[in-house]
């Protein structure tokens, strides 16, 4: 592993993953998502000892999803996006997972946060499913998840826009995020929620995981279908390779 992103497991139960790959802004690169689901495997053989889970990135970027790579090779048929399976390890492990947001979340760093049970974001931060701004259609499960985070009317704003809208926008036009702060208060607050859950009766919790997440991975198993039917018409558009280099050029 790379080192990009770090497991941190606190006595108390409590697991810590920072996302910390500050050169690329915690994009999705190779190493990232190799690291990641590493990280995830690794979790899984502490999964006795770990009570709940909380998901952190940078203090400016909590994850800005695919980098300009990964989407060149998608279109280019090198790559499918179900090959970036982070969507599906975070809503499948047995603990609650806090997404603790302190910077933007775009694209699929946000369709992580979906994937948390419980999130708690920064108001000066930004959230964009900014996928369309590309070309091509989203993914990660997000056609399906990024309502039951922000509602469907603002989901289908935010993918057909691709707008990237402050947290304390959200706020206003009405949200299901659990709790939106100013930044230094992210990381307390999400601490003292999975102090919370960590006190609890272990075996009841993973028992209440299962059944909560039960609706967010049938909606993630529906997104996928449709999503790759999607992906592979418009990722083989002549206009989303060049939309994709204007992207990052920029």
């Not at 469907?152 to 993918?159: D, G, H, I």
């Not at 018409?233 to 390779?241: D, G, H, K």
Request: glycine content about 6%; charged content about 25%.
């Amino acid at each position: 592993m790379s080192g990009i992103i770090k497991l941190r497991i606190e006595d108390d139960g409590i697991a810590w993953i920072k996302m910390r790959d500050e050169h690329n802004k915690n994009t999705f690169s190779r190493n990232f998502v190799e690291d990641f689901l590493d990280i995830m495997n690794e979790l899984e053989s502490f999964k006795d000892s770990v009570r709940v889970m909380v998901l952190q990135g940078l203090y400016d970027v909590f994850c800005a999803g695919a980098d300009e790579d990964t989407l060149i090779a998608l279109t280019r048929g090198k790559a499918v996006v179900r090959d970036i399976a982070i969507s599906e390890r975070l809503i499948n492990l047995e603990f609650p997972v806090i997404a603790a947001v302190e910077g933007h979340a775009m694209g699929g760093g946000l369709a992580m946060a979906t994937c948390c049970d419980i999130v708690v974001a920064a108001r000066e931060s930004r959230f964009g499913a900014v996928f369309m701004s590309m070309g091509f259609t989203p993914g990660m499960g997000m056609t399906t998840l990024l309502s039951e985070l922000v509602g469907p009317y603002v989901a289908s704003e935010m993918m057909f826009s691709a707008k990237r809208f402050r947290v304390s926008e959200l706020e206003r036009m009405g949200t299901n995020i659990n709790h939106i702060v100013t930044k230094i208060r992210v990381l307390p607050v999400a601490k003292d929620i999975a102090r919370q859950i960590a006190e609890k009766n272990p075996k009841s919790v993973r028992l209440l995981k299962y059944a909560l997440s039960a609706r967010k991975k049938k909606l993630l198993v529906e997104a996928r279908m449709q999503e790759d039917m999607m992906h592979r018409i418009s990722f083989n558009y002549p206009e989303t390779l060049k939309n994709i280099r204007d992207a990052y050029v920029k």
